[in-house]
C-alpha cells in the first residue's frame, strides 16, 4: 500500500534549487517570507516542532528539506509545501513527510490555527498532525492532512482502501469475476488544498482460470465538486467519433465517487514533453501527432459548465499587470504601454469560432510514447476562442526555450510545423496576427506572473525577457483587426 509520505513521479522529478535572497520578493505584509523559504533554516524550524516529545525528536532526526511549492498571494497570504526526509536513528531507515500550510500577516494566523484544531485529523507517518509557528504566522498540516481536501485521510486508510474503495469501482470495470489481491499506491503530485493524483498499481486475479493482471489508474481527489464535472466531460471525449477513431487519444475515465470527491482514470504509458528534448530536429514528429491530437479535441462538441471569453482574457490582463510592475518594478516601463497597447488591439479583434480547448494547453499535459501522443490532465476543459490554446501552447514553449537557453529559432521551427499540421486538421483559418496576440497575452497572464508568484530560482530574472518578447509580438499583432 502506499506510504503517503513519499511523492514520487513528476512532482519530485520537477523541484528547482532555493531561491537567492535577491529573488524573495519584499512584501510589508509577509516579512517572514524569508524565512519560510529558506529551506536549511526550516529544517531546524521544524526538527524543533514537528516531533510529539522529546524522546521523539532525539529518535528522528531532519535530513533534508526541500520546498516542493509554493503560491504566493502578494500581501495576502503564501501556500508552501515542503518535503522532508527524515532518518529513524533507532532502526537507520529512512522515509518522507510532506507539509503544506499558509503564512499570514501579522495577527492573522491565530483564527486559522484555532480552526484548524477543530478538525478531525489522522496521525500522519512522521510527526504531529498539524502544526503552529505563531513568530511565522504559519499554520501546516501533515499529509494526508489538508485544509480544504477532507478525503484524503479515507483515501489513505490502507484497510478502507483495500476493502471499500478499490473493489468497488474494479469490478464496475472488469466485472464482479475479478478479485483485488494487491494494491500499490503512490503519490505522484499533490497541490495542497486543491488536488492529490495517487498511482495505484492493482493486482487482480480471474476467479474461474486464475489469470492475473496488473492494472495502472490514477486517482484524483479535489477540494470541491470540480472532479464530477472533470469525469462528465471525459466521459463525453472518450465516447466521441474523434476518440473512437484514433484521431483523439485520452486515458479513459473509469469511476467518480462524489463522497470521496475523487475519479478514477486507466494510466497512459509514455512521458511527458516537457521531460523530452522537444528542440531536437527529431522531435518534430511527436510535435505534428501533438497538432492532430489538439485538433480532434478542438473540433469535438461537447456539453461543458465552463467557458472563456476575450472578456475573460482582458480581465486577467488588468488584474495581473498592477501586481506585476509592484513585485517587479522594473518591467514597468515596458509593461505598461504593452497592455495599454494590447487592450485597444481587443477592441478590434474579429468574432473567432468556439471550439473545446484543453484549457491548460503547456508541454507538461502532451504525452509522448513510442510516437503515439496523448493530451493528459483534463481538468480544464472548457469552450473558448482555439487560439486561447495555442497561444498557450507557444507562451509555454518561449518560456521553455528561454529557461533551457535553446535557440529562437528552434522554437520558431517547432510552432510553424504544430500550425502548419493544426491547420490542416481544422475548419477554421489561424490568422498569425490574431495568434500573437493571445501569445502575448499569455506571456504575460501566464507565464511572467508564475514566474512572481511560483517563486522557483531563476525565474524572476525572466520577467523581463518575457515581457520584451510579448511586445516584439504585439507589434506583429496589429494587423489583428477586421
Not at 519560510?36 to 532525539?58: G, H, V, Y
Not at 480532434?296 to 501586481?323: E, G, Q
Request: proline residues 6%; glycine residues 4%; hydrophobic residues 40%.
Amino acid at each position: 500500500m502506499m506510504n503517503h509520505a513519499v511523492i514520487n513521479g513528476v512532482s519530485s522529478s520537477r523541484q528547482t534549487e532555493p531561491l537567492a535572497c535577491r529573488e524573495i520578493p519584499t512584501d510589508v505584509l509577509l516579512p517572514q517570507l524569508a524565512m519560510i523559504l529558506d529551506p536549511e533554516a526550516m529544517k531546524d524550524r521544524l526538527q524543533e516542532q514537528i516531533f510529539n516529545s522529546a524522546q521523539e525528536q532525539e529518535r528522528f532526526r531532519i535530513q533534508a528539506c526541500e520546498i516542493a511549492q509554493v503560491r504566493y498571494k502578494p500581501e495576502s497570504s503564501c501556500m508552501v509545501t515542503y518535503r522532508l526526509g527524515i532518518e529513524d536513528r533507532t532502526t537507520g531507515s529512512t522515509g518522507e513527510q510532506v507539509l503544506c500550510g499558509r503564512v499570514y500577516p501579522k495577527g492573522r494566523s491565530r483564527s486559522q490555527w484555532d480552526k484548524a484544531r477543530t478538525r478531525a485529523v489522522v496521525q500522519p507517518q512522521f510527526g504531529k498532525p498539524l502544526l503552529y509557528l505563531p513568530d511565522l504566522e504559519l499554520v501546516l498540516w501533515s499529509f494526508p492532512n489538508d485544509r480544504k481536501m477532507d478525503t484524503l485521510p479515507t483515501l489513505a486508510d490502507p484497510g478502507h482502501f483495500m476493502s471499500a474503495i478499490l473493489p468497488t469501482f474494479l469490478a464496475s470495470y472488469l466485472g464482479q469475476e475479478w478479485a483485488l489481491t494487491d494494491a500499490h499506491r503512490t503519490l505522484v503530485h499533490y497541490v495542497g488544498e486543491h488536488t492529490c493524483t495517487v498511482r495505484i498499481d492493482a493486482t487482480v486475479v480471474h476467479q474461474d482460470d486464475h489469470q492475473r493482471q496488473t492494472i495502472t489508474l490514477f486517482e484524483k481527489t479535489y477540494y470541491n465538486e470540480e472532479g464530477e464535472e472533470n469525469f462528465r466531460v471525459m466521459r463525453q471525449l472518450w465516447q466521441s467519433e474523434a476518440r473512437s477513431s484514433g484521431r483523439l487519444v485520452i486515458a479513459r475515465p473509469i469511476w467518480h465517487d462524489s463522497s470521496l470527491k475523487t475519479f478514477w482514470q486507466l494510466g497512459l504509458n509514455g512521458i511527458p514533453f516537457d521531460a523530452c528534448d522537444v528542440y531536437s530536429p527529431a522531435f518534430l514528429p511527436s510535435f505534428e501527432e501533438a497538432a492532430r491530437r489538439l485538433a480532434a479535441l478542438h473540433v469535438t462538441p461537447i456539453t461543458c459548465a465552463r467557458s472563456t471569453t476575450v472578456a475573460d482574457l482582458i480581465a486577467d490582463l488588468k488584474r495581473v499587470t498592477p501586481a506585476l510592475i509592484r513585485l517587479r518594478p522594473s518591467c514597468g516601463p515596458a509593461l505598461s504601454p504593452l497592455v495599454a497597447h494590447l487592450l485597444a488591439q481587443a477592441e478590434r479583434m474579429p468574432e473567432e469560432p468556439r471550439a473545446t480547448l484543453h484549457g491548460d494547453l503547456h508541454l507538461g499535459n502532451l504525452f509522448v510514447n513510442d510516437g503515439c501522443v496523448a493530451l493528459i490532465d483534463l481538468d480544464n476543459v472548457r469552450t473558448g476562442p482555439p487560439l486561447l490554446d495555442l497561444g498557450s501552447l507557444i507562451a509555454g514553449l518561449h518560456y521553455v526555450r528561454i529557461l533551457r537557453k535553446a535557440s529562437p529559432e528552434s522554437c520558431h521551427r517547432l510552432v510553424e510545423r504544430f500550425l502548419q499540421t493544426y491547420q490542416a486538421n481544422v475548419p477554421w483559418t489561424v490568422l498569425p496576427p490574431l495568434l500573437n496576440w493571445y501569445v502575448a497575452v499569455t506571456l504575460i497572464t501566464e507565464r511572467a506572473n508564475r514566474c512572481l508568484t511560483r517563486l522557483k530560482e531563476g525565474r524572476p530574472a525572466m520577467v523581463e525577457e518575457l515581457i520584451a518578447l510579448a511586445g516584439r509580438l504585439s507589434q506583429d499583432s496589429a494587423s489583428c483587426e477586421h
